[in-house]
């Protein structure tokens, strides 16, 4: 996957930054094909693994909600495993 390249994907939980804390595990599924060169290179239904980074919690008069995640590994419908070490952290919003 060349850097940069966006891959939408639907989480399989929701996540609010009342609950969620530093550590806590992330899923999600991408929900249809990604192509580079018009070969699919990750088929929909291949689940996303990450954990939470960091919560900030918006202020109460002015400030953003902040959640960052990173992601760790993404598993193929056939059972195939990678590990995403190479992933930095990302931003949902």
């Not at 599924?29 to 689940?47: E, K």
């Not at 993404?74 to 931003?91: D, H, K, Q, R």
Request: charged share 15%.
């Amino acid at each position: 996957m060349p850097a940069g390249k966006k891959i939408p994907l639907i989480l399989k939980q929701g996540i609010t930054t009342k609950s969620a804390r530093a550590g806590d595990p992330v899923y999600a599924q991408t929900s249809f094909p990604i192509t580079i060169n018009n070969r699919i290179v990750i088929p929909p239904g291949t689940f996303v693994q990450g954990e939470i980074l960091r919560v900030q919690r918006p202020g109460r008069v002015k400030g953003r909600a902040e959640l960052l995640m990173n992601l760790t590994s993404m598993i193929f419908p056939n059972g195939y495993t990678i590990e995403l070490p190479g992933a930095g952290p990302i931003s949902p919003f």
